[in-house]
């Protein structure tokens, strides 16, 4: 290879820079050797690709109490003298994780030390040195140019494979575990079964790692992107990732945009709902017009030229040079006039969407009360109807994911089944109802339900009221009996404890 | 899903008439030949997509909710979907016939009379592009003759009916025929010939009983795979309220039996003791020797129905039962564990029963029948869901009811009425769909039919889009009936122009304002552009609150409207 061809002093420069960002021992000299004009071979990337193996809880969505576990294999890169990237996804609920090298042979005990769901990626580590021995730290691009193509990295059969991908475009798009949009290298490919964590390279560095993979195309975290966020979370200021609340449309119709009194030409994309600050000073509302996002002018596709990667959509700026909680100026066309506002991004948070996408960091939360099954509606939930689960699952519960969280109702707590016993007698037959209200009070947690259940209502019964639409209303339950109940429903069922949140 | 029992085969060969029969229709009406599969679906409405007949188990579903009482199908249809969802999508089976044998066909003559082909040439309208229909279908079912010198037949038999003949039985000629009286809830259609004198020397068949339950039926027929009339036999298998397919939204007292039947014998006569005792009109696919048929009450409502003139349809009450076995409840109420009474759990904003009843009101009793704690009613030796006690009078009339209120028993009567609210969320027949275009917008109620358009796009169910519609039309009325729209309107579709090409928003989308106008009925819709001074109009879609805009230059929409209506061939631009 003509290594003048691949080699730049600003590429070197940033390589520079680079090592200083993740710091090192050894390995530093493997790398200064790479980055210098000279211009080493191709990387022997059997030494920095490195296979990682995953054994995690699902969630059994009809009994939550019960957590089967499964393991898989995805792919990782030696990024650092102890680190190995990867994807997020599988890690969040994981109870073991290995590390292989070479493709083949021993397993090492590996942990988890940091996981992001927002940006998908992780970093895992292990104190075996025997692991680190002889491997070598790959190096990401600092920006991916686009061209005609990659070569995608796997071990297959204890082999490493190195194939053809064709660039396709770069895209924004939200994240595979978060709804953080993010940009993304998206390359067509005939290969089957990609998707985990395969690692995507030219010219002897890292273009990117894969998210997901489709029959003909695979989505690719970008170099740059991942040195970003590994760059703030190493500095010890990684807020997350941020997006913009408001929703927005093209401005592809001048008629509309010159009945907001947009005057000169055509530009910006046009606000439809606002998001959750109300405050005109802080944050776009309805019918807005957006002209300019930090310091880049909005087109009426609602794209923005990006220096590095060409037009791209608009919500890629929260997280192209920024993070969760800064402020980004946002130039509006409001009242007839142009006014520049400072829109303070929001932290993605799953906590804060009425059916959140996914729930970290505890196991799946129920409450068994008297036999009757509750559980917090999340999509996670909804998921338990398997792979088509939007074709399959009830249609009511679903819907909710395209209403917004209220003040007084951020989260939704569903009756998701009966387990048989006296005290329901009656009731064995309803499921999936969405509670309104316990006992009078209402619910939005399974903490509240809780809560609600310890002052029955008068009449020595517990008042259970439903979401008014198509189902049951209402249901009573017997207030003196229900510890006894629900006690005899634990043994009964095989159920570990009564409540878990 | 109920499967409907109409045969829509190619037409078969054979005698010199029946070859005179198919030239003229393949002739005639060349694009059916091309279009047997789509004709197929139209057959069967259990073969149609499933996406269809989930919403139809919906609709169903909101019948057993709304008006029924009790629902014993809610627990199957809440369950985990994917093997309801396979069940529906099954091909409908075959039944194997029983022979008749020689003493029984002797004694089915006196029948065979009585009993017609009905041959059928409908045309349903295109409801995303409803000013225009789709090609001529042909169909054949069966009827047969009762007192009056009148046909009874299903609804679907004759629906979207553009021409209808009538075949006697052994009978070279067509006679044509007209509907008299149709009532598409229950299914059931009276027909008349044009000529009266066409039937003058057949002996009508008489209604008979509700026949008991494994008791021996015969049922008669045109069905596929032969042109003679067709006789199988059957037990009365159970005796239920079941969703009617037709129109998908309302749930009727039914007999389900193992006799044949299959497209074809849809409007047929199922015959115990020469007696009708039932009309045969629908099946289930995937369930084995299973047809269904329309009891004599069903058909003796209805009849009566039509005594006046006009036809008003079954009452539906608007009241929801649950049942009421839970020891701690029926003690809450005050109740003994007695079996006795169901309790209101839901009362329809618009039905009848809210203003008579209360929620936690228990229903002991209701014209007549008891009602037992599981929301059934002991009836003719069946138990079958209490709302039928709800359906039995007419509509305008009252039934009485016994309560328990408050700790004591209370009579009352409960008028009940032909409840039309939920018209555009059942399957509509007859009636053009309403349509308004202005400067290429077409906009036409969001209704039943309308969304089969969406599934035929082979959307997915759960594109965001689709699902809003679902909800505005099937839950948010129920949910929320102060802020459900009276008829809620799309804008179907945008017929391009240079005048609209830059609007983002090209249809299959809910109409929330224009102009500023709140759109409640289609009628809204002009009205907002008629009044508006500005320069603009002004769209909003989706809703309640802020979604997508548009707008688009009102002296323009004026100048282009004409000229979008010539470009597109189309008559009138509204059909209100």
């Known amino acids: 290879m003509n290594l003048a061809l691949f080699f730049s002093p600003r590429a070197s420069h940033r390589l520079g820079a680079f090592f200083a960002l993740i710091g090192g021992a050894g390995l530093w000299l493997v790398l200064a050797a790479v980055a210098s004009p000279a211009r080493a071979a191709e990387p022997d990337w059997s030494r920095s690709l490195v296979s990682v193996e995953v054994t995690f809880k699902q969630a059994d969505a009809f009994q939550p109490w019960n957590e089967p576990t499964r393991a898989i294999r995805k792919h990782g890169l030696v990024i650092s003298a102890s680190e190995v990237l990867t994807t997020a996804q599988y890690l969040p609920t994981h109870t073991l994780v290995r590390l292989q090298k070479g493709g083949r042979g021993r397993w090492f005990d590996a942990r988890v030390k940091w996981w992001d769901a927002q940006s998908n990626l992780a970093l895992i580590t292990t104190d075996a040195p025997a692991f680190w021995a002889g491997q070598q730290a790959a190096e990401l691009m600092e920006t991916v140019p686009p061209g005609p193509e990659f070569g995608l990295l796997r071990w297959r059969d204890g082999n490493l494979e190195n194939r053809r991908v064709e660039f396709s475009k770069f895209t924004v798009s939200d994240g595979v575990l978060g709804f953080a949009p993010h940009l993304l290298l998206e390359v067509g490919t005939d290969l089957g079964g990609l998707g985990w964590s395969e690692v995507v390279v030219r010219d002897g560095r890292v273009a990117g790692m894969t998210s997901y993979g489709t029959p003909r195309t695979c989505g690719v975290l970008p170099a740059s992107f991942i040195r970003r966020v590994l760059a703030a979370y190493r500095a010890g200021n990684y807020a997350g990732l941020g997006y913009f609340d408001f929703t927005w449309q093209p401005g592809s119709n001048p008629e509309l945009l010159a009945e907001l009194g947009l005057k000169g030409e055509p530009r910006g994309a046009v606000v439809q709902h606002a998001g959750k600050e109300s405050d005109p000073a802080k944050a776009p509302q309805a019918r807005d017009i957006l002209l300019e996002i930090d310091g880049f002018a909005i087109d009426v596709e609602g794209d923005y030229r990006d220096p590095d990667y060409g037009y791209l959509q608009l919500e890629n700026l929260p997280g192209r040079a920024r993070f969760a909680g800064e402020i980004i100026p946002i130039k509006l066309w409001r009242a007839g006039a142009e006014v520049t506002i400072p829109y303070t991004i929001p932290t993605a948070k799953f906590e804060d969407m009425l059916v959140p996408a996914e729930v970290f960091g505890a196991p799946p939360a129920y409450v068994v009360a008297g036999g009757l099954v509750f559980q917090p509606l999340t999509q996670p939930f909804l998921r338990g109807w398997g792979e088509e689960w939007r074709k399959f699952s009830p249609f009511r519960l679903q819907y909710f994911q395209y209403q917004d969280a209220a003040d007084d109702r951020p989260s939704l707590v569903v009756m998701t089944g009966v387990l048989p016993d006296p005290i329901n007698l009656g009731y064995q037959n309803d499921a999936m109802l969405v509670i309104d209200r316990v006992n009078g009070r209402r619910i939005s947690t399974l903490a509240e339900l809780v809560e609600a259940l310890r002052a029955p209502s008068d009449g020595g019964v517990h008042r259970f009221e439903f979401m008014p639409g198509l189902s049951r209303q209402r249901l009573l339950l017997d207030a003196p009996g229900l510890d006894a109940a629900t006690k005899r429903v634990v043994e009964h069922y095989g159920i570990p404890a009564a409540t878990r949140f | ?576």
């Open chain 2, 1 to 576: 899903m109920a499967f409907i029992g109409l045969d829509e085969s190619p037409a078969r060969g054979g005698e010199k008439s029946r070859d005179f029969l198919r030239f003229s229709y393949v002739t005639a009406l060349r694009p059916i030949a091309a279009s047997v599969p789509v004709c197929r679906m139209k057959k069967s409405v259990g073969c149609v997509p499933w996406r269809g007949c989930k919403r139809i188990a919906w609709a169903g579903l909101l019948a057993l909710a709304w008006g029924l009482g009790v629902s014993p199908m809610r627990a199957q249809l809440l369950a985990p979907g994917p093997d309801a969802a396979r069940a529906v999508a099954a091909p409908a089976p075959v039944a194997q016939a029983i022979p008749l044998t020689a003493a029984e066909a002797e004694a089915a003559l006196p029948s065979e009379r009585a009993v017609v082909q009905i041959l059928t040439s409908s045309q349903e309208p295109v409801y995303d592009a409803p000013w225009r229909f789709e090609s001529v279908r042909r169909s054949t079912g069966t009827g047969f003759v009762i007192e009056g010198g009148r046909i009874l037949t299903n609804a679907h038999v004759v629906a979207w009916a553009k021409q209808i003949l009538v075949r006697r039985y052994q009978d070279p000629r067509l006679l044509p025929a007209r509907v008299v009286f149709v009532g598409h809830d229950c299914d059931l259609a009276l027909l008349q010939l044009e000529d009266p004198q066409g039937l003058a020397d057949v002996t009508p068949l008489v209604l008979g009983e509700l026949p008991p339950v494994r008791s021996t039926v015969v049922t008669a027929g045109y069905p596929a795979g032969g042109e003679q009339m067709s006789f199988t036999r059957g037990v009365v298998s159970r005796i239920e309220v079941q969703t009617y397919a037709h129109p998908g939204n309302r749930a009727l007292l039914a007999v389900q039996t193992d006799a044949a039947i299959n497209p074809g014998n849809s409007g047929g006569p199922v015959l115990q003791n020469d007696k009708v005792v039932g009309v045969a009109f629908q099946g289930i696919p995937g369930l084995q020797n299973a047809g269904f048929f329309i009891p004599p009450e069903i058909v003796r409502h209805f009849l009566r129905d039509v005594e006046d003139g006009r036809y008003d349809g079954f009452p539906l009450a608007g009241v929801t039962l649950e049942p009421l076995q839970n020891p701690a409840y029926r003690r809450h109420l005050g109740l003994p564990d007695d079996g006795r009474g169901a309790r209101v759990d839901f009362l329809r904003a618009d039905g009848s029963a809210i203003k008579v009843l209360r929620p936690d009101d228990v229903l002991l009793e209701a014209d007549g029948l008891e009602v037992g704690s599981d929301g059934m009613v002991p009836y003719r030796g069946n138990r079958v869901t209490a709302g039928i006690a709800f359906q039995r009078p007419q509509s305008g009339e009252s039934l009485r009811v016994k309560i328990w209120r408050d700790g004591a028993p209370l009579e009352l009567d409960l008028p009940v009425t032909a409840y039309t609210g939920d018209r555009l969320a059942g399957r509509q027949y007859d009636a053009p769909p309403r349509y308004y275009i202005h400067a290429g917008l077409v906009f036409t109620p969001l209704s039943a039919n309308y969304l089969d358009t969406v599934g035929r796009l082979g959307r997915d169910p759960a594109w965001e889009g689709f699902a809003k519609l679902l909800y505005e039309l099937y839950h948010r009325p129920a949910e929320n009936f102060a802020s459900a729209r009276a008829e809620p309107v799309v804008l179907a579709g945008v017929l391009p122009h240079p005048v609209n090409a830059d609007l983002g928003v090209r249809g299959r989308v809910l109409v929330n304002r224009i102009n500023g106008v709140r759109i409640e009925r289609l009628e809204d819709v002009k009205r907002a552009f008629a009044d508006n001074p500005n320069a603009r109009h002004l769209l909003e879609f989706e809703g309640p609150e802020e979604g997508p805009l548009e707008a688009i230059d009102r002296a323009a929409a004026s100048a282009a409207h004409a000229d979008i209506l010539r470009t597109y061939g189309i008559v009138s631009d509204q059909r209100l």
